[in-house]
């Protein structure tokens, strides 16, 4: 590909989704689904230009900068534009395959997440500005993976801090049953969010202003700096709790299970997608990259730390009642497998933890998914108000079912080969501590797949609850109106209709409306029945979201390589400076 093509289409990535947030905004009212329609249309373009970019090149162009260095350290497109000359500072952007498949994944997710609110928007808020809002993240999650400028990257780092706020703050919280009226937790799981990120971010300001001033360069295309060993440790132990924050690493990670308890299902793939990738990317790109002696020191302490998050996390899996809450702890112990191959210094463990983030956005926001549809039908997340779902909702169980044994690394499925490899990345680091740590991510993954199944055991097994006794599947629900129709003409024909089910037989709104004009989009209910009781199990528009991450659950498990094509050069470049 012509590298002025490649590089503009870097810009255009970025460019298109921020205007278009402000498009959606900005839209009428009264044309709210006009508006989120729009939106998923936007949404829709990054994809299509992030593709192909595989085939870039940064060799030539008016676009692009080359450094004095060696060719194979360019990234396969590049933008290299004057930002703030007086301080040295330029606009680069550039993506490699280290940062290719998070670009591709964060474009994916938003258009679906987009074209999920097409058909539901949760209650809130008008259903434009949430789009609107999750263009705006995708823009700094993006950048972020783009950026070649460490102030640049501190910047696109921060852009998202606002909008997920927004998101939990004004979308989040329980859309029905006694607690739908109080706000007060969802706000206070933002607040809780918002606190633990400017936390990081301080850090993360103050460790790349070591890193500028020491180095007299921004630029991640002349590292590795020549910095000594002191200031490198100082930087790369800032850089490190940042984005343990992001990732987020026990003990930093409690902010995770209530902001995505509390958030909205769109709120929450996103987070748990691609966001918390933002923390392991940064650990990668700027930590190893920018201070790989500092990399070189403190890789025990990372080992120590995934593992820990691997074992704490999963054990809490184990006691939990709620499922999003579960499933949010389980990002905990999975990402501590990304951290593990990160901290193992070794090609394996950069791969497998590349691998282990693209699995986990897949799969978790899969999960995500259907935790979202489970509790928009049963009006419940509470484990043991749910049981019996696959006899109910089979193809739902089934298909939860599916995510589940595929994040508890079944062979053949996209969650093995990351934590799989992570654990022999330990083994060939050799020496006791780190033969102890793969043999404790291994105990690890054994209690991964406990609390999995103990999830299925009692969401989809055993005798239906009352929760969702009222599901019925897609095909029964014509013998459900058919014995709806007799019922209601048993009555007398003067007999008032019960208040809120409408004067006759036919399709009324459903639980979970929003604001701002999008009532008419709305689950559909048949009036006379229970409200859980709707026709589309499930619905064409949650097929349509959830088949393509089914699809790259199956491709992945048997083609890894999707992923780690041309990962080789990037990553050897990356630890020949980071070696022990």
């Known amino acids: ?40 249309v936007i949404a829709a373009v990054p994809l299509i230009l992030t593709v192909p970019l595989r085939w870039g090149s940064a060799e030539s162009g008016w676009f692009a900068y080359r450094p ?15 930002w703030v000359p007086a301080l040295g500072l330029r606009f680069q952007l550039g993506v490699d395959a280290i940062s290719y498949p998070l670009v591709v994944l964060t474009a994916l997710l938003t258009l679906l997440c987009c074209g ?14 949430l789009t609107a809002l999750l263009l705006v993240i995708e823009v700094g999650i993006l950048g972020t993976f783009l950026a070649f400028d460490l102030i640049l990257f501190f910047v696109f780092f921060e852009v998202v801090l606002l909008p997920m706020y927004a998101v939990i703050a004004v979308w989040g919280g329980a859309h029905y049953g006694p607690d739908s009226a109080d706000r007060a937790p969802q706000r206070a799981a933002a607040r809780k969010f918002a606190l633990y990120t400017l936390f990081g971010s301080v850090l993360l300001l103050v460790g790349v202003l070591v890193v500028v001033t020491s180095a007299g360069t921004s630029s991640l295309l002349d590292a590795p700096f020549r910095l000594d060993r002191s200031t ?15 990732s987020p690493l026990w003990p930093l990670h409690t902010w995770l299970p209530d902001a ?67 499933i949010a702890y389980s990002s905990v112990g999975h990402m501590g497998f990304v951290l593990l191959g990160v901290a193992t210094l070794t090609a394996t463990g950069i791969q497998a933890a590349l691998l282990g983030n693209i699995a986990h956005g897949v799969l978790t926001g899969l999960l995500f998914f259907l935790a979202g549809a489970v509790k928009d039908r049963a009006h419940t997340g509470h484990l043991d108000e749910l049981g019996g779902l696959r006899e109910n909702a089979p193809r739902l169980a089934g298909l939860l079912g599916f995510a589940a044994i595929a994040s508890l690394g079944l062979p053949g499925l996209a969650g093995f080969w990351g934590e799989a490899f992570a654990v022999v990345a330990a083994v060939q680091r050799d020496g006791g501590l780190w033969i102890t740590l793969a043999v404790l991510s291994a105990i690890g993954g054994a209690l991964t797949a406990a609390y999995l199944l103990r999830l299925l055991r009692r969401v989809t097994h055993g005798p239906a609850a009352p929760a969702v006794s009222l599901l019925v599947p897609s095909w029964s629900v014509a013998g459900a109106l058919s014995a709806a129709v007799a019922a209601r003409s048993a009555e007398p024909t003067d007999a008032a209709p019960a208040a809120g089910t409408g004067a006759g037989l036919g399709v009324a709104s459903g639980g979970g409306g929003s604001s701002g004009g999008s009532g008419d989009e709305e689950v559909p209910v048949v009036a006379g029945l229970p409200e859980r009781l709707a026709p589309g199990w499930p619905t064409a ?17 048997v083609y890894p390589a999707l992923v780690l094509s041309g990962t080789d050069v990037p990553i050897g470049n990356l630890l020949e400076a980071v070696r022990p």
């Open 232 to 246: 490198q440790v100082f930087a790369f132990t800032l850089l490190a709790i940042a984005f343990a924050v992001k």
């Open 68 to 82: 004095p260095t060696a060719p194979s350290l360019l990234p396969w497109a590049l933008v290299d534009l004057p």
């Open 260 to 326: 995505h308890t509390q958030a909205p299902t769109v709120g929450s793939v996103i987070l748990a997608g691609v966001l918390l990738k933002m923390g392991t990317y940064g650990l990668v790109r700027v930590g190893l990259g920018a201070t790989p002696e500092g990399a070189q020191a403190a890789s025990g302490v990372l080992g120590v730390l995934a593992v820990a998050a691997i074992l704490i996390g999963s054990l809490v899996c184990l006691a939990q009642t709620e499922l999003k809450r579960l």
């Open 541 to 557: 528009a949650e097929l349509l979201a959830w088949s393509p991450l089914v699809i790259l659950a199956l491709v992945l498990g």
């Open 116 to 129: 999920y609110t097409v058909w539901r928007v949760p209650p809130g808020g008008p259903g434009r500005l």
């Open 1 to 40: 590909m012509n590298p002025d093509v490649s590089a503009a289409l870097l810009v255009a990535a970025l460019a298109v989704p921020a205007l278009g947030a402000l498009a959606v905004a900005l839209m009428p009212a009264a044309r709210d689904r006009q508006a989120r329609v729009l939106g998923t």
